[in-house]
């Protein structure tokens, strides 16, 4: 593949062989002036007090995707977008104007003519070709531009398909637009793609180990045994189906214990993995060993989140079961369940409280709570259905100092939230008829 001076190095390539063509077929001879090639824009090809010089400008008016090559890479990073997983190349197609500029008579026709030649008899840029226009001799090298030399190392002569020239119609309205656009006056012009440039990273990627065999080999056939397909409504590997958190809450807590429900979640080395992108958190925690008779390891998997207030901030997390079970030979293989999402809150833990309204009306007060708070991550205090900011003064990851301006005389249920998760205030605990109620989560400003 190539790199980003592809494009560029298409464009030297082809004005290379335009000069080359131009004196082996003594077309200054044929004119009887000099002529040269350019890679300017249309309004700069003229000057503006100067005579028109005999010459062919190569203007690169468009780039395009590749529509055959645009789907044919995989993803290039993982589902948590950290991972490179490949280099998907970046596949372009080039599409240039060739227009001849003379002040003499019928000179424009005769540029062009050789030009339109030249490109027809070549059709696909050889390798041969681009390493001779972009690799220069040692004795030429030193005294070409910078830009030029560096387009040694474009690898545009390397890359896995060759580039093919194709002439394309403009029609009137196009031409119309095009040379409208550059603001120039028209010459005798014809357009052709340049297809295809493949652009690709040089990055580090991950790279799958190979298949060493199908299955377990026959001693007497010698062949694998192959993949075993039993078709089924249940899945035959290990399964998540839902999270069962303490007191019937939507959010889990530090010193929680979680119920990981599912299918065939038996097996040695047990374990359970907390995934979080945002602040790149990744923690593995044991399932609990205590098995109550109605918690069968085949369909459970316990995992408990106390002591992990500096691990796990609060946020979104991905649940992924991580157990080792034997397969149909009996052969002991790592599962990776699928992902669950668990969300942990932040918890108040010196609720409910009373605060004193200064003689302004306003009250302050510190919030203490936990899991602790990380670099990055927003924090605010909802008193009833108003939101307040901390002070930056005095802050901690485990405590926050507010402000309350007006402070109204009363109760007000408290939450901390933190990157838009809420502490709980709801109290889901319990049996219908009766109904919810608010847990006693409280400030009251006296």
């Given at each position: 593949?190539?790199?980003?001076?592809?494009?560029?190095?298409?464009?030297?390539?082809?004005?290379?062989?335009?000069?080359?063509?131009?004196?082996?077929?003594?077309?200054?001879?044929?004119?009887?002036s000099s002529v040269t090639v350019s890679l300017l824009a249309?309004?700069?090809?003229?000057?503006?007090?100067?005579?028109?010089?005999?010459?062919?400008?190569?203007?690169?008016?468009?780039?395009?995707?590749?529509?055959?090559?645009?789907?044919?890479?995989?993803?290039?990073?993982?589902?948590?977008?950290?991972?490179?997983?490949?280099?998907?190349?970046?596949?372009?197609?080039?599409?240039?104007?060739?227009?001849?500029?003379?002040?003499?008579?019928?000179?424009?026709?005769?540029?062009?003519?050789?030009?339109?030649?030249?490109?027809?008899?070549?059709?696909?840029?050889?390798?041969?070709?681009?390493?001779?226009?972009?690799?220069?001799?040692?004795?030429?090298?030193?005294?070409?531009?910078?830009?030029?030399?560096?387009?040694?190392?474009?690898?545009?002569?390397?890359?896995?398909?060759?580039?093919?020239?194709?002439?394309?119609?403009?029609?009137?309205?196009?031409?119309?637009?095009?040379?409208?656009?550059?603001?120039?006056?028209?010459?005798?012009?014809?357009?052709?793609?340049?297809?295809?440039?493949?652009?690709?990273?040089?990055?580090?990627?991950?790279?799958?180990?190979?298949?060493?065999?199908?299955?377990?080999?026959?001693?007497?056939?010698?062949?694998?045994?192959?993949?075993?397909?039993?078709?089924?409504?249940?899945?035959?590997?290990?399964?998540?189906?839902?999270?069962?958190?303490?007191?019937?809450?939507?959010?889990?807590?530090?010193?929680?214990?979680?119920?990981?429900?599912?299918?065939?979640?038996?097996?040695?080395?047990?374990?359970?993995?907390?995934?979080?992108?945002?602040?790149?958190?990744?923690?593995?925690?044991?399932?609990?060993?205590?098995?109550?008779?109605?918690?069968?390891?085949?369909?459970?998997?316990?995992?408990?989140?106390?002591?992990?207030?500096?691990?796990?901030?609060?946020?979104?997390?991905?649940?992924?079961?991580?157990?080792?079970?034997?397969?149909?030979?009996?052969?002991?293989?790592?599962?990776?369940?699928?992902?669950?999402?668990?969300?942990?809150?932040?918890?108040?833990?010196?609720?409910?409280?009373?605060?004193?309204?200064?003689?302004?009306?306003?009250?302050?007060?510190?919030?203490?709570?936990?899991?602790?708070?990380?670099?990055?991550?927003?924090?605010?205090?909802?008193?009833?259905?108003?939101?307040?900011?901390?002070?930056?003064?005095?802050?901690?990851?485990?405590?926050?100092?507010?402000?309350?301006p007006d402070a109204q005389v009363g109760v007000h249920l408290?939450?901390?939230?933190?990157?838009?998760?809420?502490?709980?205030?709801?109290?889901?605990?319990?049996?219908?008829?009766e109904l919810p109620g608010f847990l006693d989560r409280t400030?009251?400003?006296?």
């Amino acid at each position: 593949m190539s790199t980003a001076l592809a494009i560029a190095g298409v464009t030297a390539v082809l004005r290379d062989l335009l000069n080359d063509g131009l004196v082996n077929h003594n077309i200054s001879g044929v004119l009887g002036s000099s002529v040269t090639v350019s890679l300017l824009a249309p309004d700069r090809v003229v000057p503006t007090d100067g005579p028109e010089a005999s010459q062919i400008n190569l203007f690169l008016y468009g780039v395009t995707p590749n529509l055959g090559w645009r789907n044919e890479a995989l993803p290039s990073r993982d589902g948590a977008g950290r991972a490179r997983l490949t280099n998907p190349p970046l596949a372009l197609d080039l599409h240039y104007l060739l227009s001849a500029y003379s002040g003499g008579e019928l000179h424009a026709e005769i540029l062009l003519g050789y030009a339109m030649q030249l490109l027809h008899e070549m059709p696909v840029l050889t390798r041969e070709a681009i390493r001779t226009a972009l690799n220069p001799s040692p004795v030429v090298a030193p005294n070409l531009p910078p830009a030029l030399r560096a387009l040694a190392e474009s690898g545009l002569a390397d890359q896995v398909e060759l580039i093919k020239l194709t002439p394309q119609h403009l029609n009137t309205e196009e031409m119309s637009k095009l040379w409208t656009a550059t603001q120039s006056h028209l010459r005798p012009s014809v357009a052709y793609s340049a297809s295809v440039v493949l652009i690709q990273a040089r990055r580090p990627a991950r790279t799958p180990l190979p298949v060493l065999t199908r299955g377990r080999v026959d001693p007497v056939t010698g062949r694998e045994a192959g993949i075993a397909v039993q078709p089924g409504l249940v899945p035959a590997v290990p399964l998540l189906t839902a999270a069962v958190l303490p007191l019937r809450q939507p959010v889990a807590a530090i010193g929680d214990e979680v119920v990981l429900q599912g299918r065939l979640l038996d097996g040695t080395a047990r374990s359970v993995r907390l995934v979080q992108d945002r602040l790149e958190i990744d923690v593995t925690l044991p399932v609990l060993a205590e098995q109550l008779p109605d918690r069968p390891a085949a369909t459970v998997a316990a995992v408990s989140l106390a002591g992990q207030q500096a691990a796990l901030p609060a946020g979104v997390y991905r649940v992924v079961v991580r157990v080792t079970r034997p397969d149909a030979q009996g052969v002991d293989q790592v599962h990776l369940t699928n992902p669950l999402m668990l969300t942990l809150a932040p918890q108040i833990t010196n609720l409910p409280q009373q605060v004193g309204r200064a003689g302004d009306g306003s009250a302050a007060l510190t919030i203490v709570f936990t899991p602790a708070l990380r670099v990055g991550q927003r924090a605010v205090l909802v008193l009833g259905a108003s939101e307040y900011a901390p002070e930056v003064a005095g802050a901690t990851p485990t405590s926050l100092d507010f402000v309350v301006p007006d402070a109204q005389v009363g109760v007000h249920l408290a939450r901390l939230r933190i990157d838009g998760v809420d502490s709980p205030i709801i109290d889901m605990d319990f049996e219908p008829p009766e109904l919810p109620g608010f847990l006693d989560r409280t400030v009251e400003f006296t």
